[in-house]
């Protein structure tokens, strides 16, 4: 019984053997050969594998497959990384130095003689900029501080905004030290700073003795310098000279500082603003808008005529021409090429002329909330660089208007709202005069940005909520007869742009289908004329807008252009025009136009929204902290509050919205972040001396940070070292502003390098 189980056993054996056997003569002679060559790939040397891997990419066999592939060496493709040897896989650090070392290569082998122009004039801005920047600090001076944390005192600027009625700051007339002066500080005597309760809380402020011998007498015409002899230098004591080199008023250094930075704008935009001499994006629609006001023929638009009758007024003055007996024969027509000069470039002159104005207002928008010079001028470059507003500026497009009135609108109401809440009665009638004075032109703002674009809602519907519930940097809330006033003149000046839109357009076009017949019979030429009576005039606007925001919501149809809210808050564009260049130009490359946000502008922005709401939230949690629980803490949490209110209300309308949205909608909520990014970073900067006697005294005790002196090396340094930041980060604005220059002004490209921006932007 034992031998046939043995029997049968050695049977199934051999049996298994015979199935094999037959198996591997199944086995296809490709695997084979692919094991072969799989193995022949494995001896490679490590040298040998910088070329492109054919015969691995041929290779179906699944375990291989399975591994996955990865980037090797100079073959842009993937590599079946089953048979590599570990020693040939290069490094993070080799792959990112192979990456900066092509992306180099492709940049510098290819540059053209428009990029060095464009370059060149990126360095001389910078330089103007920066050099500005120095001299603007050395006029306002900076308060000697020991060490503490009130707002005002840190910025020492002269025109600090008392956000609530009983704060106490020092005036622009305090004679205080400045940490650009080589002098010695020994001079000194100290104020007293009172805390919001009205007590002492100590000395907290030096400032210089004013020396009574210096000063001018009667008739000597002011300050003399003398020489070393004694002798009356009579090139210091130039009036140009004493400017430049000693104290200057708060006026003249801003009225400097907006005088650059319009002029560098400026240029920026009108450098190549005639290429291309084609229609660009909405042109096509713009500008038939602005030819009808020559014919006074009418058109229907989804906005407001504001901006339109802007256009066709000062590009009548400028010598447009708007085309044959006034007819714009260029109506959807994206890409064609303009007959003449006349006919696109006084109008894009327009555009460029209000995109360049919104830098020097949003420097004096970020001095009336009492950021110093360095920090206001950063926040203008964010400005100056913004390749999104740039890209709006250079063309027949409205945007740059829209941005120049919203953002002079956000200036009228930080100044209506950090109006000094003046203590003595004498001072009531001034205050009230400021009032009376900001309460008419910001509610004049008010109605010129909303005879622009309805987008711009936003903007009002803050300025009415901080004014009738002061929910943000004002304590008191403003009378209701006094919003009732500014509601009676902003809604003033928005009809009165309606009305002149009517009075210029009375002939009829097919245009005004839109409207009833009581519309059209307004118009000259209507088969309804004379034969029904029209509406009163805002009744006529009442309806015209009806029609406007019922047609903008019927616009559902996708876009090539669209793009999403999320892509625009991380400078994601997209592409608006692309064409081969002409060979007279000596160029082979393609060039092409984007409209796109500026891609470190939204890193800085990112960040500084995510900083902000951490630091708001320590503020709130760590209440019961006395050195947290400050002024200047509260102004500072208002402010930042109110910057992301205006964010989140210029963004969140669009992300559940169904018609095609563009990244340009993206301006007006864009303009509260750049705001708080040159909010926070003048806070940062300005935090050090209190900061450190807040965590002496946490640690410590408050006597011994009492006893505290901060030397006046440590606050020059820092002043210094502030300087410094700030010109690295202009720098690098106008840096990513250059090497972005082909896409805002149609320089044309090699593909390669075309590709390299494509990656930056994550296209």
């Known amino acids: 019984m034992r031998t046939q189980w043995t029997l049968l056993a050695c049977l199934i054996v051999l049996f298994s053997f015979f199935s094999l056997s037959l198996q591997s003569q199944q086995y296809p002679l490709e695997l084979k050969k692919t094991e072969d060559r799989l193995k022949a790939i494995a001896n490679r040397s490590c040298e040998e594998w910088h070329g492109p891997p054919e015969d691995c990419l041929q290779v179906t066999e699944p375990n291989c497959l399975a591994v996955g592939c990865i980037w090797i060496a100079n073959y842009p493709g993937p590599w079946c990384q089953f048979p590599v040897p570990p020693e040939c896989i290069p490094s993070t650090m080799e792959r990112i130095s192979h990456s900066i070392s092509k992306f180099t290569q492709s940049e510098f082998t290819f540059l053209n003689e428009i990029q060095v122009t464009a370059f060149w004039i990126t360095f001389f801005a910078l330089v103007l900029i920066l050099s500005t920047m120095v001299w603007a600090e050395s006029k306002v001076p900076h308060h000697d501080l020991k060490f503490t944390g009130n707002w005002p005192e840190l910025t020492g600027s002269g025109d600090n905004p008392a956000f609530k009625s009983n704060q106490v700051y020092l005036s622009a007339s305090d004679n205080v030290i400045d940490p650009f002066s080589p002098k010695k500080n020994d001079d000194l005597i100290e104020d007293d700073v009172f805390n919001d309760e009205g007590t002492n809380r100590g000395t907290a402020v030096r400032r210089r003795k004013l020396n009574t011998d210096a000063l001018p007498t009667e008739n000597s015409g002011g300050h003399r310098r003398l020489n070393s002899r004694g002798q009356i230098n009579p090139?210091?004591?130039?009036?140009?000279?004493?400017?430049?080199?000693?104290?200057?008023?708060?006026?003249?250094?801003?009225?400097?500082?907006?005088?650059?930075?319009?002029?560098?704008?400026?240029?920026i935009k009108l450098w190549r603003l005639g290429t291309p001499a084609a229609l660009t994006f909405d042109e096509c629609h713009f500008g038939y808008f602005v030819s009808h006001y020559y014919a006074r023929t009418y058109y229907f638009d989804i906005h407001p005529p504001f901006a339109k009758i802007?256009?066709?007024?000062?590009?009548?003055?400028?010598?447009?021409?708007?085309?044959?007996?006034?007819?714009?024969?260029?109506?959807?027509?994206?890409?064609?090429?303009?007959?003449?000069?006349?006919?696109?470039?006084?109008?894009?002159?327009v555009a460029s002329m209000f995109g360049s104005g919104v830098i020097p207002v949003m420097y004096l928008l970020l001095r009336a909330i009492s950021i110093r010079p360095a920090g206001a001028i950063f926040g203008a470059c964010l400005v100056l660089w913004d390749s999104l507003l740039i890209s709006e500026a250079r063309g027949i497009l409205t945007d740059s208007q829209l941005i120049f009135w919203n953002c002079i609108t956000i200036y009228g109401m930080f100044k209506l709202f950090t109006i000094p809440g003046y203590p003595a009665k004498e001072f009531a009638a001034k205050r009230e005069r400021l009032l009376n004075k900001w309460t008419i032109l910001t509610a004049f703002f008010c109605g010129s940005v909303f005879s622009i674009k309805f987008t711009s809602l936003a903007t009002l519907g803050i300025i009415f909520m901080e004014s009738?519930?002061?929910?943000?940097i004002i304590e008191k809330r403003l009378s209701f007869l006094r919003c009732l006033v500014a509601l009676s003149i902003g809604l003033a000046v928005w009809l009165f742009w309606w009305f002149m839109h009517f009075a210029i357009l009375i002939y009829d076009t097919s245009e005004s289908a839109w409207h009833t017949p009581h519309f059209q019979s307004t118009l000259i030429g209507n088969a309804f004329r004379g034969k029904l009576s029209g509406p009163w005039f805002p009744f006529k606007a009442y309806e015209?807008?009806?029609?406007?925001?019922?047609?903008?919501?019927?616009?559902?149809?996708?876009?090539?252009?669209?793009?999403?809210?999320?892509e625009w808050i991380v400078g994601r564009g997209k592409l608006l025009s692309a064409a081969a260049t002409s060979e007279e130009l000596g160029y082979t490359e393609n060039w092409e136009i984007s409209i796109f946000a500026n891609?470190?502008?939204?890193?800085?922005?990112?960040?500084?929204?995510?900083?902000?709401?951490?630091?708001?939230?320590?503020?709130?949690?760590?209440?019961?902290?006395?050195?947290?629980?400050?002024?200047?803490?509260?102004?500072?949490v208002g402010l930042t509050l109110l910057c992301l209110f205006g964010w989140l209300a210029n963004l969140l309308p669009y992300t559940g919205i169904a018609r095609s949205t563009f990244v340009y909608h993206y301006l007006p909520g864009q303009l509260y972040v750049q705001i708080l990014s040159a909010l926070l970073l003048d806070r940062i900067v300005n935090l050090g001396p209190g900061l450190m006697r807040n965590l002496v005294t946490s640690a410590f005790g408050k006597k011994v940070s009492d006893q505290i002196v901060l030397p006046k090396t440590m606050i020059r340094f820092g002043a210094y070292a502030s300087l410094v930041m700030y010109g690295l980060l202009i720098t690098a604005l106008g840096l990513t502003w250059w090497f972005f220059t082909p896409w805002l002004y149609a320089i044309p490209l090699k593909q390669e390098q075309h590709q390299w921006r494509k990656y930056f932007l994550g296209r």
């Open 544 to 566: 015209l807008v009806y029609t406007m925001i019922k047609a903008n919501a019927q616009t559902l149809e996708p876009h090539d252009w669209g793009s999403r809210w999320y």
């Open 310 to 349: 802007t256009f066709w007024f000062l590009g009548h003055l400028l010598g447009h021409d708007p085309g044959p007996n006034g007819e714009f024969q260029y109506k959807g027509k994206m890409g064609v090429p303009y007959d003449n000069w006349y006919q696109y470039y006084p109008l894009r002159f």
């Open 235 to 267: 090139i210091l004591n130039n009036k140009f000279v004493q400017m430049v080199l000693g104290p200057a008023p708060d006026w003249v250094v801003n009225l400097v500082v907006c005088i650059v930075l319009f002029v560098v704008g400026e240029y």
């Open 599 to 636: 891609p470190l502008i939204a890193v800085i922005t990112l960040g500084s929204i995510a900083v902000s709401v951490a630091l708001c939230m320590f503020y709130s949690r760590y209440q019961h902290i006395p050195w947290v629980k400050t002024q200047a803490n509260r102004n500072f």
């Open 468 to 472: 009738y519930f002061a929910l943000f």
